[in-house]
């Protein structure tokens, strides 16, 4: 069976990734710098070193390289490309910059963008870290870089991804990547895009 590692997966499991991932074929490893969620192996985003060199078929990255400094960035996402195995790919989404500062640009900072389970989240929580965790002493939540597809797409590819296909949905604030080690075409980018009911 394919194995997809779930990067930062905080309280989350395979049902609560993508339709592409939660299927019968896909193994689930949980992979969290946070021993409390009791994830398959405790790490980092910059030292996988528990998971063994080209050792999984995908990662799931959700909002967790927007915790990193800018300079961490890459460091992470080679990571990523070292557990890959050579036809891996990555799925990673995270907050979209460009449409947080619309709102922003629209003096809308405090105000709620949208609704989650934790309540109504603003372009602030959006940009720095959600405010309401890090008060209760959940530091891991603070924010130190951000992306816009453009940049997203440039840093997976100057980290060492071969194939990259990115897309913005301003309605969720956030973008999503697949990325792969492999030369993939455009069609390809955009079956997987529709695989995980992205596109």
Same mark, same amino acid.
């Given at each position: 069976?394919?194995?997809?590692?779930?990067?930062?997966?905080? %309280?989350? =499991?395979?049902?609560?990734?993508? %339709?592409?991932?939660?299927?019968?074929?896909?193994?689930?490893?949980?992979?969290?710098?946070?021993?409390?969620?009791?994830?398959?192996?405790?790490?980092?985003?910059?030292?996988?070193?528990?998971?063994?060199?080209?050792?999984?078929? +995908?990662?799931?990255?959700?909002?967790?390289?927007?915790?990193?400094?800018?300079?961490?960035?890459?460091?992470?996402?080679?990571?990523?490309? $070292?557990?890959? @195995?050579?036809?891996?790919?990555?799925?990673?989404?995270?907050?979209?910059?460009?449409?947080?500062?619309?709102?922003?640009?629209?003096?809308?900072?405090?105000?709620?963008?949208?609704?989650?389970?934790?309540?109504?989240?603003?372009?602030?929580?959006?940009?720095?870290?959600? =405010?309401?965790?890090? %008060? %209760?002493?959940?530091?891991?939540?603070?924010?130190?870089?951000?992306?816009? =597809?453009?940049?997203?797409? +440039?840093?997976? $590819?100057?980290?060492?991804?071969?194939?990259?296909?990115?897309?913005? $949905?301003?309605?969720?604030?956030?973008?999503?990547?697949?990325?792969?080690?492999? @030369?993939?075409?455009?069609?390809?980018?955009?079956?997987?895009? =529709?695989?995980?009911?992205?596109?």
């Amino acid at each position: 069976m394919p194995k997809f590692l779930h990067v930062g997966c905080g %309280q989350k =499991r395979k049902v609560q990734t993508t %339709q592409g991932f939660n299927t019968p074929e896909w193994t689930e490893i949980r992979f969290d710098i946070d021993e409390g969620v009791v994830p398959d192996v405790v790490g980092t985003m910059t030292d996988m070193s528990a998971i063994a060199d080209g050792s999984v078929d +995908a990662i799931f990255s959700s909002h967790n390289i927007e915790h990193l400094y800018p300079h961490e960035v890459t460091v992470a996402l080679k990571e990523f490309l $070292r557990v890959l @195995t050579p036809a891996g790919l990555a799925v990673i989404t995270c907050p979209d910059l460009q449409s947080v500062c619309a709102l922003i640009a629209d003096n809308k900072l405090t105000q709620p963008a949208y609704q989650s389970p934790a309540g109504a989240i603003t372009p602030l929580d959006i940009l720095y870290g959600h =405010r309401a965790s890090m %008060q %209760q002493g959940n530091l891991y939540m603070a924010h130190r870089c951000g992306f816009t =597809r453009d940049v997203l797409s +440039a840093t997976l $590819r100057q980290a060492g991804f071969i194939s990259v296909g990115a897309l913005a $949905r301003p309605q969720y604030f956030d973008l999503w990547a697949f990325a792969s080690k492999e @030369t993939l075409t455009q069609e390809q980018l955009t079956d997987i895009a =529709r695989t995980h009911g992205l596109a």
